[in-house]
C-alpha cells in the first residue's frame, strides 16, 4: 500500500507511540481530547524522551479538541502555539533535538464564566470583570493563530422540543470535499495540501493580490490595530476557503468579510 506524503509521516509518528502502534495504518483523521490536568509535556508532546505517545505527534494531521479550555493551565495551552504556527513541535534534549511533523486543527471550547450554570447568563451571578478574568486565561498569542472564533447562544426549550430542518452530514460532506478539491488542485504545482498551509507572503504576490476594494474593511482593521499581521494573513486564507465552498473561483469582498466576521469574536 502506497501513502499519500502526510500519512507517511502520520505512519512514522504512530511507530514512536507505543499504544498506536500496533493499530492499522489509516487515512482517517484522528480525534483527541485532553485531561484539565495535563501539563506541558502531556499537551505538547514533550518529555523526558523521544519516544513518547504523546498526543500532538499522534494526532498529526488531525483534530486536537481542547474542551473548557481556560479550565487548562496557562503554559499547557501556550505550548501548543509553535505547533499551531509552524506545523511541528520540536524538542531539546541532553541527546540532542529531534523535530516531530504536528500539524493539527485545534479547537478549543470555552463557557462564559467559570460558574457554568446551565441558564445561562440569566442564572450567572458573575460580574463583567470575573468574566473577562475567566476568557483571558486563554492568551493573546494563541488566540491570534485561531481562525474561527464564534459566540453560541444556549439552546432554548423551544428548539430542544421542535425539529428543525437543517442539512444533512451527508451534503456537508459531499461540499466540503468539492471545495478540499478545488484548493488541492490550485495549490498543487506549489506542493500544497490545502489553503491553510498557504505562506501569507505567497497570497500578497501579485498572482494572487486580491483587489484593494474587495480587502478594504481587512485592511481598515489591520490599520486599526483590531487584527494583527498574523490574523491579517488568517483571514486571506479562511476567504479562499469561504470562496471554495461558495464554488467561486476566487474571494471578492463578501467572501472576505465572511472571513473577517468570522475572526472578530463578540467580547462583551
Given at each position: 500500500m502506497i501513502l499519500p506524503k502526510e500519512s507517511q509521516r502520520r505512519a512514522c509518528c504512530r511507530i514512536l507511540a507505543p499504544r498506536l502502534a500496533s493499530a492499522p495504518i489509516s487515512r482517517a483523521t484522528r480525534n483527541r481530547t485532553g485531561s484539565h490536568?495535563?501539563?506541558?509535556?502531556?499537551?505538547?508532546?514533550?518529555?523526558?524522551?523521544?519516544?513518547?505517545?504523546r498526543p500532538l505527534k499522534a494526532v498529526h494531521i488531525g483534530v486536537k479538541l481542547r474542551?473548557?479550555?481556560?479550565?487548562?493551565?496557562?503554559?499547557?495551552l501556550?505550548?501548543?502555539?509553535?505547533?499551531?504556527?509552524?506545523?511541528?513541535?520540536?524538542?531539546?534534549?541532553?541527546?540532542?533535538?529531534?523535530?516531530?511533523?504536528?500539524?493539527v486543527q485545534l479547537a478549543l471550547t470555552a463557557n462564559p464564566c467559570s460558574c457554568q450554570r446551565p441558564a445561562?447568563?440569566?442564572?450567572?451571578?458573575?460580574?463583567?470583570?470575573?468574566?473577562?478574568?475567566y476568557l483571558r486565561r486563554i492568551s493573546g498569542p494563541l488566540l491570534d493563530r485561531i481562525d474561527i472564533q464564534v459566540n453560541l447562544e444556549p439552546v432554548s426549550p423551544i428548539s430542544l422540543m421542535t425539529p428543525g430542518k437543517s442539512e444533512s452530514s451527508e451534503a456537508v460532506a459531499s461540499r466540503v470535499?468539492?471545495?478540499?478539491?478545488?484548493?488541492t488542485a490550485r495549490w498543487a504545482d506549489?506542493?500544497?495540501?490545502?489553503?491553510?498551509?498557504?505562506?501569507?507572503?505567497?497570497l500578497r504576490e501579485p498572482r494572487w493580490r486580491l483587489p484593494p476594494h474587495d480587502m478594504a474593511d481587512?485592511?481598515?482593521?489591520?490599520?486599526?490595530?483590531?487584527?494583527?499581521a498574523r490574523g491579517y494573513d488568517r483571514v486571506l486564507r479562511l476567504a479562499w476557503t469561504v470562496a471554495d465552498l461558495l464554488g467561486r473561483d476566487r474571494p471578492h469582498k463578501e467572501e472576505v468579510n465572511i472571513a473577517l466576521g468570522l475572526r472578530l469574536r463578540d467580547t462583551d
Open positions: 490536568s495535563a501539563q506541558v509535556a502531556r499537551n505538547s508532546g514533550s518529555g523526558t524522551r523521544y519516544k513518547h505517545d474542551d473548557e479550555a481556560p479550565e487548562f493551565a496557562g503554559r499547557a501556550d505550548a501548543l502555539r509553535e505547533p499551531l504556527e509552524e506545523g511541528y513541535i520540536t524538542l531539546g534534549r541532553a541527546q540532542g533535538v529531534v523535530v516531530y511533523p504536528a500539524k445561562g447568563d440569566a442564572g450567572c451571578g458573575c460580574s463583567a470583570q470575573v468574566k473577562r478574568r470535499a468539492r471545495a478540499r478539491a478545488t484548493a506549489l506542493g500544497l495540501r490545502c489553503n491553510a498551509e498557504v505562506p501569507g507572503a505567497l481587512l485592511t481598515a482593521h489591520l490599520d486599526q490595530g483590531v487584527i494583527s
